[in-house]
């Protein structure tokens, strides 16, 4: 070593002259590591990054699956109060045409009610016209027999006692009329 | 380092700039190899220092993406950012298309590889750019030399070396003058300036670094008043050329892993140029 180490000195040794071993230790060092940047460092990076990539992007397309069912249920929220709206407007035409017909039909039985009550009152007057009409026509032949018989057995001549008898008569007629109706 | 410039300092009269020589450490082991000496056997400081560098970097990333999860921790950042980087930054925008992850692991590789050898020689102790050795500059260009004309053959076959000579659309006469020159820019000027800019800008700076130090050592020691105050100005210039150095260092890193990926690049679609 000491030789060559003279011998380097006097020749001046070349700068540019390699010495093979840090050739080879150069080069045997670079494939090692070579080998092992592309057995693990890089297969481990590598799969880390495709993770992260497709995390990110699977987050993103689950972000944009969120947003669109949001978009749609929100449409579909818009729609159904739309149509709440129109049902309810619909409704609301429909209960006040309703009202209107239970208006008209309340009035019309009303009006018929009280028809049929007058009809029912004009036929009971004229069942106890009727009635009385009978009862009256029984009663006017004897009232006016009964009449005429203490007329004759009186005097017809006296004026004056022809209308007292009349008077007594029409009083006693309308005693008996009262006690009649007491009685009926 | 200024151990080592002492003694050149001190056998000689006045100062004696430290040469290449003296920015290599002496060996670990007996049988050190030696620097600028082609077939001499041993094990030097900076094939430690590489062989570190490969158990840093695989320690440091088998680590950061042992547990992966979707939400990374401190670590994991770190690592994902530091992979994402070549592989999106060098190797998905210069290479691009659907196969450049086929070469990311190459790029991500050299790129730290390249750039922890070079920070070690901004940290003390260490302080010596592993690359500042033309061995492993060449080693490392080498592979991808290979590598990208690999990659140009077994795409188009032996129609490659054509391609990659022969621009299209160019006239005949011009092409007797065009062919060599793109030979020799292709296939020689390409991987010789790609390892020795690398080699040349880390040894370089680790010079300018070694000088420096020599210097102060120097100054300190010649006794003088003058001298001594004067070494306060070079280490404020050493400092700043340190700072720079550690600018270079990154650089270089980023830029030979970028001249891959163009190449690598230009080897894939060389039917387009």
New interface residues.
């Given amino acids: 070593?000491l030789n060559?180490?003279i011998?380097?000195?006097e020749e001046g040794?070349?700068?540019?002259?390699?010495?093979?071993?840090?050739?080879?230790?150069?080069?045997v060092?670079?494939a090692?590591?070579?080998f092992?940047?592309?057995k693990?460092?890089?297969p481990?990076?590598?799969?880390?990054?495709a993770?992260?990539t497709e995390?990110i992007e699977g987050g993103i397309a689950k972000a944009e699956a969120a947003q669109a069912e949001a978009n749609a249920a929100l449409d579909e929220y818009k729609q159904q109060l739309t149509e709440a709206r129109t049902e309810a407007n619909r409704i609301r035409e429909e209960a006040r045409a309703e009202g209107a017909q239970i208006l008209a039909d309340l009035k019309a039985k009303a009006a018929a009610e009280s028809a049929r009550i007058t009809e029912q009152a004009q036929v009971q007057i004229d069942a106890e016209r009727q009635t009385a009409l009978v009862s009256l026509r029984a009663e006017v032949g004897t009232l006016a027999t009964d009449l005429a018989s203490r007329i004759v057995g009186e005097s017809l001549a006296d004026d004056d006692r022809s209308s007292r008898v009349v008077d007594r008569f029409l009083s006693d007629l309308e005693t008996s009329s009262q006690s009649a109706g007491a009685i009926r | 380092m200024i151990a080592l410039a002492l003694p050149a300092t001190t056998t000689e009269e006045g100062f004696i700039a430290p040469t290449?020589?003296d920015t290599h450490y002496p060996?670990i082991f007996?049988?050190?190899?030696?620097?600028?000496?082609?077939?001499?056997?041993?094990?030097?400081k900076?094939?430690l220092l590489?062989?570190l560098?490969?158990v840093l970097?695989?320690t440091f990333?088998?680590i950061a993406?042992?547990r992966?999860?979707?939400v990374?921790g401190k670590l994991?950042f770190l690592?994902?950012s530091a992979?994402?980087f070549v592989?999106n930054s060098i190797g998905k925008d210069i290479i691009g298309g659907r196969d450049f992850?086929k070469y990311?692991?190459?790029l991500?590789?050299?790129f730290?590889?390249v750039l922890v050898n070079n920070i070690f020689g901004a940290i003390p102790l260490l302080q010596v750019p592993?690359f500042s050795?033309?061995?492993?500059a060449?080693?490392?260009a080498a592979?991808f030399f290979v590598l990208w004309v690999g990659i140009g053959l077994k795409k188009h076959g032996l129609r490659y070396l054509k391609l990659a000579v022969v621009p299209a659309g160019v006239p005949w006469p011009i092409l007797i003058i065009v062919v060599p020159i793109e030979i020799i820019s292709n296939f020689i000027v390409r991987p010789v300036t790609h390892s020795l800019r690398l080699f040349a800008t880390m040894?370089a700076g680790h010079l300018i670094v070694t000088l420096a130090g020599s210097a102060i050592a120097y100054m300190v020691g010649t006794g003088s008043i003058l001298l001594q105050g004067t070494s306060v100005l070079v280490l404020i210039g050493f400092v700043a050329m340190y700072m720079l150095e550690a600018l270079i260092m990154v650089l270089q890193a980023y830029v030979f892993t970028l001249l891959a990926a163009i190449y690598i690049e230009g080897a894939l679609h060389a039917d387009a140029h």
């Fill in positions: 070593m060559a180490a011998m380097a000195a040794s070349n700068p540019l002259i390699p010495n093979l071993w840090e050739l080879l230790v150069t080069v060092g670079f090692v590591l070579l092992i940047v592309i693990y460092v890089m481990a990076f590598e799969k880390t990054f993770e992260r995390a | 290449i020589e060996n007996p049988w050190g190899g030696e620097y600028g000496v082609l077939l001499e056997p041993g094990f030097g900076q094939m590489m062989i560098s490969v970097i695989a990333f088998l993406s042992r992966n999860q979707l990374p994991q690592g994902e992979y994402g592989r992850l990311v692991p190459w991500f590789t050299v730290f590889f592993t050795h033309p061995g492993s060449y080693a490392i592979i040894l």
